[in-house]
């Protein structure tokens, strides 16, 4: 007999610094190890989607696209995009790796770093309106290019179409009302508990951003800032 966790079969599409880490470590109490999915990005996943049919716990920094394929209900936390963009900056300052993004926020001030963004893929794909491309694709550059000729209203469009299929969606900055949803769409036989994990240490809040930065880095999330707009009014308030 095959054991099923009393959640059923979830997909958190983890948008990176949006909370998905202690999202996770909420619901992992109710999940054996190794049904839960080990992989964290998409070009790890197969192919044949089948192969993962053993998992009923995923989170990744998958986009809609994969997720929709695993029979999962979906999940998933946004962030007001000016906040994102800060603390990922600081976190890649923080993590121990000095390649691929965390390297170019070693090496530049925070204004330098946002000048670069739309240059650089790695920054690029973490930064310039990720959370649209994720939730109306993926978090690849593969996604951007073959969709290239999507027009921006279209690419918003699809994101908050897409959304339409999530069991749940949530905010950051209302993490206790996403949890309070999770365990009402999920009924579990004991109440899931938030969690945090993967805070930054150094956390800074875009309202202490200059006004210069904030309009740098709108040019940056202007779709991501329509999209979590969109969110707060449909989903949480």
């Not at 000095?98 to 920054?123: C, E, M, R």
């Not at 699809?158 to 069991?167: G, M, T």
């Not at 949803?181 to 899931?192: A, D, E, G, T």
Request: with cysteine; proline share 5%; glycine share 6%.
């Amino acid at each position: 007999m095959v054991y099923l966790s009393p959640l059923g079969k979830i997909a958190i599409v983890h948008i990176g610094k949006t909370g998905g880490t202690s999202v996770k470590a909420a619901l992992f109490p109710y999940y054996r190890r190794r049904h839960i999915c080990p992989y964290q990005f998409e070009h790890q996943y197969p192919e044949n989607i089948e192969k993962l049919s053993k998992y009923q716990l995923f989170d990744s920094h998958i986009g809609f696209s994969v997720a929709n394929k695993l029979g999962a209900s979906m999940i998933t936390v946004l962030r007001n995009p000016f906040d994102r963009t800060a603390s990922l900056y600081h976190y890649w300052r923080e993590v121990e790796s000095d390649a691929d993004g965390p390297v170019y926020a070693k090496t530049l001030d925070f204004d330098s770093f946002i000048d670069i963004a739309q240059d650089i893929t790695v920054v690029k794909l973490a930064t310039v309106n990720s959370q649209t491309w994720q939730l109306a694709f993926g978090a690849t550059s593969e996604y951007r290019d073959t969709n290239i000729d999507l027009s921006e209203d279209e690419l918003l469009e699809k994101a908050i179409c897409n959304l339409e299929k999530f069991a749940v969606v949530g905010v950051t900055e209302a993490m206790p009302k996403f949890i309070e949803k999770l365990n009402k769409r999920f009924n579990p036989p004991s109440p899931i508990i938030p969690a945090r994990k993967n805070i930054t240490k150094s956390r800074v809040g875009s309202g202490e951003l200059p006004i210069r930065i904030r309009r740098k880095i709108g040019d940056l999330v202007y779709l991501d800032l329509a999209l979590y707009e969109h969110v707060l009014k449909k989903y949480i308030l």
